[in-house]
């Protein structure tokens, strides 16, 4: 029976995954510039040193895209289209900035369109290489720097010695105990759920990195603590691909008799395995560790010799995440007109298979209006796994 109080934390957690602005438009009324960023691979440990808050942005699943199909084709990213419809009704009139990257071209052209049609106060866009080369690094490391004299300007500060160091260990804290976090999800069964752990980690993007850094401690502390948690299910899960800002489609997986255990996705575990490791200059650093420890299949990774070898190389560390979470099946998930990882399933899938983890494809529409026939499908793949 669960103690009374022992999920006082992660109510709150839900509370602010639920309500994600509250936050940043309260900091906004009080002074502070709040900056908007697309994708993972935004080097936002500037944005703190500069004393300004960087913010996710996220769409919304629940609501249908009803303004941006006017400016943008129907055939892109379902998840940026979604963005784009909610800056376009208010969703996002709290920003004093907007940084974006070529993630993918959707992600590049939506950028353009919400900078022609909000004009806001900073604005600039990252050219990322698609590559993990030396050439590639030393190309990041100078739009690092360009980016980071750009944040300087808007400021009205520059940085000096040791700012950028003190947020990038900021940064490496919250890694840390993301880490930490997922470390518990070992247990069997484990003690926090899949749902409940998208939602903390979306609320962690939502807020300013030490009070994130705090609700992350508080949320572990409650987790170790609490009875009453998850129950114990015959399947181990990986789940892999999109960005998933919305825990629908993890709830009905969940509810067939899955502990979801590990993820692989950009708002999950991807970009907190590593620390920015400060060797020598801190822009360059942060430029290597965004471009080559972030696995994203939007970066292309030196082919091996051969066809086996080319895919340890690109997903060996997946290996590692199968291995020491003790998973018995994956879910590589992709919604409709990602394109960056609908290509990399049929590969991932290959590797997989030479490793002997089952794994289940399942495309799905970002809206997520038709869940029936995915638990269908879902359901057809557990009777096989027996």
């Known amino acids: 029976m669960e103690n009374k109080g022992s999920n006082e934390r992660l109510a709150m957690v839900r509370d602010i995954y639920e309500n994600r602005d509250r936050r940043a438009r309260h900091l906004k009324s009080q002074g502070k510039k709040v900056i908007g960023y697309v994708c993972a691979y ?231 395995w590593d620390d920015v490791k400060i060797i020598s200059d801190p822009v360059e650093d942060m430029a290597r560790h965004y471009l080559v420890d972030v696995r994203c299949p939007r970066t292309f990774r030196e082919m091996g010799s051969t066809y086996e070898t080319d895919l340890g190389s690109r997903f060996g560390y997946i290996k590692d995440l199968v291995t020491k979470w003790q998973t018995n099946g994956a879910i590589l998930q992709s919604m409709k007109y990602c394109d960056t990882h609908g290509y990399e399933v049929p590969a991932l899938r290959d590797y997989l298979k030479s490793i002997g983890m089952p794994a289940f494809y399942l495309e799905h529409e970002y809206m997520m209006v038709a869940l029936a026939p995915l638990k269908t499908r879902v359901q057809a793949f557990l009777e096989m796994l027996g």
Not at 71 to 79: G, K, R, S
Not at 100 to 112: E, L, M, N, Y
Request: proline share 6%; aromatic share 10%; net charge negative.
């Open 42 to 272: 935004i080097p936002i440990e500037m944005i703190t040193a500069l004393d300004m808050v960087p913010y996710r942005i996220l769409g919304s699943p629940g609501e249908a895209i009803t303004e941006a199909d006017a400016h943008l084709q129907t055939v892109l990213c379902p998840f940026i289209r979604s963005c784009f419809d909610q800056s376009l009704k208010g969703g996002y009139d709290f920003l004093d900035g907007l940084v974006s990257c070529h993630s993918c071209d959707t992600v590049h052209a939506v950028s353009q369109f919400w900078t022609y049609y909000f004009k806001p106060a900073f604005d600039y866009h990252i050219e990322i290489p698609h590559r993990t080369s030396d050439a590639s690094i030393k190309y990041f490391s100078n739009e690092c720097k360009t980016f980071m004299r750009k944040l300087e300007e808007f400021a009205g500060i520059e940085l000096a010695a040791g700012m950028l160091e003190e947020s990038i260990l900021l940064h490496n804290q919250q890694r840390a105990l993301v880490r930490e976090l997922y470390e518990l999800k070992k247990e069997d069964p484990p003690p926090i759920s899949g749902v409940e752990t998208l939602q903390l980690l979306v609320a962690v993007c939502s807020l300013p990195v030490k009070e994130g850094n705090a609700l992350l401690r508080e949320s572990i502390r409650e987790v170790k603590e609490r009875t009453g948690g998850p129950e114990k299910q015959p399947f181990r899960f990986l789940m892999w691909g999109s960005p998933l800002d919305d825990t629908v489609l993890t709830e009905m997986i969940e509810g067939c008799g899955v502990n979801v255990v590990i993820d692989d996705t950009c708002l999950g575990s991807r970009v907190y």
